[in-house]
């Protein structure tokens, strides 16, 4: 005698497949976006570390008496530029993901050979109802 599955058997299958299937897809989903965001904050902190780094080692791209390295935040991109004085030179500009912003918009100033920031600030970004906040203390520490 033959055996085989029956078609509501094949149909109970599929169906089951098809809501794991979407279980899993939505999931997936939602952990893009997350990374996405925790990916941007981890950029900027990077970023951050890079400009202080090079602010410690007095390293300068720019004509003048050296200040720095300044960080400029908008609302969908930063840019860290080395500062003397009233000139500027640019290090990198940096576009943020799709979606992801930036709060509040604010700069901040690495001052060179080792003297801290001109002041404390928390950067905080968003999307897709997920947050990362980066943060620079007065001494310069990333976190």
Do not use: H
Request: hydrophobic fraction near 40%; charged fraction near 15%; glycine fraction near 10%.
């Amino acid at each position: 005698m033959k055996t085989a599955f029956t078609l509501i058997e094949l149909l109970v299958v599929i169906a089951i497949t098809a809501v794991l299937l979407g279980i899993g897809w939505a999931r997936y989903i939602d952990f893009d976006k997350r990374q996405t965001v925790k990916q941007a904050a981890q950029n900027l902190r990077n970023n951050l570390r890079l400009a202080a780094g090079r602010a410690i080692n007095g390293e300068k791209d720019c004509a003048g008496t050296f200040d720095g390295y300044l960080l400029t935040v908008s609302s969908s991109n930063y840019t860290v530029k080395s500062k003397c004085g009233s000139n500027y030179g640019v290090v990198t500009t940096v576009t943020l993901p799709a979606g992801v912003t930036l709060s509040p918009t604010t700069t901040i100033l690495f001052k060179a050979l080792g003297q801290g920031v001109d002041a404390a600030k928390t950067i905080t970004l968003s999307a897709f109802g997920n947050s990362e906040t980066v943060t620079v203390n007065l001494s310069g520490e990333v976190q």
